[in-house]
């Protein structure tokens, strides 16, 4: 009787068992590494949109100071920053800024106690939704008039 060479059904069976596991935790690895990317990659994004903002409110300081300060028009006022103009004194109802469209930019002023207004906190938010979570990057900063 001569004796076959070859492999075994079983051993057949514990190496693909074995290839497969390897090739699903690859996966697993390749989807969690492309989900943080994508993360990092609207992380610039809103930075870009924040320092853009805050420039913005820098040049509307700069050109009209009582004007500026008056848009405080009480404990905190938000804007939605969607055009960088100051037509929308509530918060964002929706995310639509930037490419892609999932952003919002809203700025929060609070005047300092004083008469006249003397300084300015300012804090830009953008903020965008992945699944279930909300992402924010804040920028803030104090402005004043004789800077």
Known sequence: MSKKKGFSLVEVLVFVTILSLFFVAAMAVTTYSLKNMKNQEYKIIASHLAEEGMEW???EKEGDWTDFSSKD???GTTYCLKD???DSPDPCAD???GTPAIFKREIEIDNQAGSPV???DVQITVS???GTTIFQVPVKTVLNIWE
């Open 128 to 130: 965008w939704t992945e």
């Open 57 to 59: 409110v820098k040049s």
């Open 84 to 86: 960088l103009n100051w």
């Open 95 to 97: 995310y639509t800024l």
């Open 118 to 120: 003397s300084s300015i």
């Open 73 to 75: 028009t009480g404990a």
